[in-house]
């Protein structure tokens, strides 16, 4: 336990809100170089800071087992979403307070990481391949960091067998849910164009907020499924609307808004793309889409018994398969080999005061290396 919550200290003291670079890297390459990987940072993206494009670090280890070995990889991020105010103590000053430990990525997920470090100091070298696939851009944009992973491994040559992420999975307590796929996510910018003119004057102008309410509540209304027997029904929400109109006479020259639809895998990002998109430029309007991930789910078979064998070799717990939730970079990884998430309880991921129980940390390192010495064949 000593060794585990020591790394997840040393993880959450370097500071690392998305896009992550620098000081966490270096800690992690640190905690991981005495167990045998080779170990490959690299940095993509020119923009600007504050934008898609802003530069992000990506780390790829690999500890190759013998000739023909089978290939494990553990996966997840070291950037944090930005810690906010009212913490107790600081968010980058790790602090243990009764059983837990407190820090910004305790739970989302530093810890995770710290538990897959210290598992493989328990997987022997010849069991098989181990690679670590880890960015510091999932909280983010994620243009250039599982995904240029993805194409460095592809480059390299190093395809794993299965892959597991440590997403905070649990709910309730820890073991008690696994992530067997996740749905998709789709983001539509909308935009009306009008005249703007004189509100004493409708007919010299062209009004675009009534096109705008109409084509949202024609969005709104749509019932795009009722799930099935994985996942749950795809939902279209609104998440924004804009005019910016400071005057109390003038109709304005447009209006935007933007939806947001988790979408499972009755549907394709280009196809609800394209219903959107018509909806709009029925009502005089635009629609600019960007799909973040499709759907996928991992069918119950070897590897979820592997999970699950683990887990409830630890905890005394059956993990319930799920695809609730939001996204995780498992939406890319699952194109690379079957993926399943795996992690520590969520109630606090995001929030102040995030915390993870200490004992917790322990548990779940041990079910990870449970779990690779499994899927190695061991």
């Known amino acids: 336990?000593?060794?585990?919550?020591?790394?997840?200290?040393q993880l959450i003291a370097a500071p690392s809100v998305t896009p992550a670079t620098g000081a966490v890297f270096d800690v992690f390459e640190v905690l991981l170089a005495p167990f045998g990987f080779e170990i490959k940072r690299f940095i993509r993206g020119d923009g600007a800071p504050g934008t898609p494009d802003a530069p992000v670090e990506n780390l790829f280890a690999i500890r190759h087992?013998?000739?023909?070995?089978?290939h494990f990889a553990f996966a997840g991020h070291l950037d944090v979403v930005p810690p906010g105010q009212g913490w107790?103590?600081?968010a980058f000053e790790p602090e243990v307070r009764g059983d837990l430990l407190y820090g910004r990525g305790a739970v989302d997920m530093k810890g995770s990481i710290a538990c897959m470090v210290d598992a493989v100091a328990d997987i022997p070298a010849d069991a098989g391949t181990i690679s670590f696939i880890i960015t510091g851009d999932e909280e983010g944009p994620a243009l250039h960091g599982t995904r240029a992973l993805i194409d460095f491994m592809a480059a390299a040559g190093h395809t794993p067998d299965l892959c597991l992420v440590g997403e905070p999975t649990s709910v309730h307590r820890l073991g008690d849910m696994m992530k067997i796929g996740r749905?998709?996510?789709?983001n539509i910018w909308l935009e009306v164009e009008g005249k703007e003119g004189h509100v004493a004057y409708p007919h010299l102008a062209d009004n675009p907020i009534p096109k705008l309410v109409a084509m949202l509540a024609e969005l709104d209304a749509l019932l795009l499924d009722e799930g099935n027997d994985w996942f749950q029904?795809?939902?279209?929400?609104?998440?924004?609307?804009?005019?910016?109109?400071?005057?109390t006479n003038v109709i304005p020259s447009h209006a935007r808004a933007r939806l947001s639809i988790r979408f499972n895998d009755h549907h394709t990002g280009a196809e609800l793309s394209a219903l959107v998109t018509e909806v709009a430029?029925?009502?005089?309007?635009?629609?600019?889409p960007v799909i973040s991930g499709?759907?996928?789910?991992?069918?119950l078979g070897e590897f979820s018994a592997i999970v699950a064998e683990a887990v409830r070799a630890e905890t005394g717990i059956d993990p319930e398969p799920s695809t609730t939730g939001g996204t995780s970079d498992a939406r890319f990884l699952r194109a690379v080999?079957?993926?399943?998430?795996?992690g520590l309880t969520n109630a606090t991921m995001h929030k102040r005061d995030e915390a993870v129980a200490i004992a917790d940390l322990s548990t779940l390192s041990r079910i990870y290396t449970r779990i690779a010495k499994h899927a190695l064949g061991q």
């Open 183 to 186: 749905r998709g996510s789709l």
């Open 294 to 299: 499709e759907p996928f789910l991992t069918p």
């Open 65 to 70: 087992g013998p000739p023909g070995s089978k």
């Open 337 to 342: 080999c079957p993926v399943i998430e795996f």
């Open 281 to 288: 430029e029925r009502h005089g309007g635009t629609a600019r």
């Open 88 to 90: 107790t103590t600081g």
């Open 1 to 9: 336990m000593t060794q585990v919550l020591d790394f997840a200290k």
């Open 233 to 247: 029904p795809s939902n279209l929400e609104i998440t924004d609307m804009e005019v910016g109109n400071p005057a």
